[in-house]
């Protein structure tokens, strides 16, 4: 064979060994540890959360009455005040009583109620307080304002007078002191320090007769 040919054979063979370029490039694959944790894309919003504040005092339900209800309201505890403490009608302390009360029932014109009563002044210079507590009848006009309130006799009197002056159902709830007493005399103390707070009753939301 002539070395021309030979030399032509060579360069062909060559030519068929070399890589070939194409256009595609190979895919590149990333591989994630098994450990590691997949990161997410998405875009999330941030909520702001507020603390809510610890409570430094007994929490009181806020419920703001209309004025008439108030008014309503001022001239039971004041007929309450003179009922449990007659002479303060006259006194120079008059209007200076205050008076928590539980309603144990209503007819058309009544109002059974447990009252509970304190002044705002102390008794001379022992720090003391009047006190004063016991069921009561609210009599009511036809348009709904006080007329009297009439409480039991004291001693022997009282048993009698309670049977005479309430129903039945109400009887019971006296003579079993199914009272909330605690809960009365608590706000009433709170009260002294707030004089311009409301009663409890009227806090509640209680409708008004």
Request: charged letters at 15%; hydrophobic letters at 40%; one cysteine or more.
């Amino acid at each position: 064979m002539k070395t021309p040919t030979i030399i032509l054979l060579l360069v062909v063979i060559l030519a068929s060994c070399a890589p070939v370029s194409t256009e595609t490039p190979v895919p590149t694959v990333t591989f994630t540890p098994i450990l590691s944790t997949p990161v997410s894309t998405s875009t999330f919003t941030p909520i702001p959360v507020t603390a809510s504040p610890l409570p430094t005092q007994p929490t009181i339900a806020v419920i703001t009455p209309e004025p008439a209800q108030l008014e309503r309201w001022k001239k039971y505890e004041n007929a309450l005040a003179m009922a449990l403490f007659p002479s303060s009608s006259t006194s120079p302390n008059s209007g200076k009583f205050l008076c928590e009360w539980e309603i144990l029932g209503q007819s058309d014109y009544e109002v059974y109620v447990w009252a509970v009563c304190t002044s705002t002044f102390p008794v001379g210079n022992s720090g003391l307080f009047y006190n004063g507590e016991m069921p009561a009848v609210i009599h009511l006009g036809t348009d709904g304002t006080v007329q009297s309130v009439e409480t039991p006799g004291a001693g022997a009197h009282y048993a009698r007078d309670i049977r005479k002056m309430f129903p039945s159902d109400v009887q019971e709830r006296i003579f079993s002191n199914l009272i909330d007493y605690r809960r009365l005399s608590e706000h009433l103390r709170w009260r002294r320090e707030h004089p311009e707070e409301p009663p409890l009753i009227v806090l509640s939301a209680t409708p008004i007769p």
